[in-house]
């Protein structure tokens, strides 16, 4: 299995910068790989609710995240802020593929990168939709 290379700042669109808390750091003293996670649907949703496409209590449609995944670098740690780039590289009818990548405060390089797939669904069936073209033009401008 070979190793992915972390990616540069320059890949990715908009940026967002989280404070790390004392609890993220695990008993290695570095942040838990779960807190990554965390980071990636909260950059990520905040971003969908500030352009004014995810009303979480009444929106319709809504994203479902169905897939996620992450890779590691380099070791980052409470206390201190982190800077998380976001893109999208993929958009398909109902579905979009985001990029995301977690960044020493000026490192060049990501210290951590994942994916992370939201679908478009009905709120009441949970079904597959097409995303709405507000939607997509804000897609467009990650890409």
């Known amino acids: 299995m070979s ?6 700042r320059a890949d990715f669109r908009h940026w ?5 808390r004392w609890a993220d750091n695990d ?10 996670y965390q980071w990636f649907d ?15 209590a009444a929106g319709d449609p809504i994203a479902l995240v169905v897939e996620t995944r992450c890779a590691y ?3 980052l740690s409470f206390p201190g802020d982190v800077d998380v780039g976001l893109a999208v590289t993929e958009l398909g009818r109902s579905s979009v593929r985001y990029r995301i990548g977690v960044f020493a405060p000026g490192a060049e390089q990501a210290a951590a990168a994942g994916e ?11 079904r597959p939709v097409s995303w ?6 804000s897609f467009a401008m990650l890409s």
């Open 132 to 137: 709405p073209d507000a939607w997509r033009r």
């Open 73 to 75: 670098f380099a070791p």
């Open 42 to 56: 909260s950059v990520v949703n905040a971003w969908l609710v500030d352009r004014g496409l995810l009303d979480i």
């Open 27 to 36: 008993a290695y003293g570095h942040v838990n790989n779960t807190v990554y």
């Open 3 to 8: 190793r992915p290379t972390p990616p540069a």
């Open 116 to 126: 992370f797939v939201h679908v478009a669904v009905s709120r009441a069936e949970r």
């Open 16 to 20: 967002q910068t989280v404070t790390t």
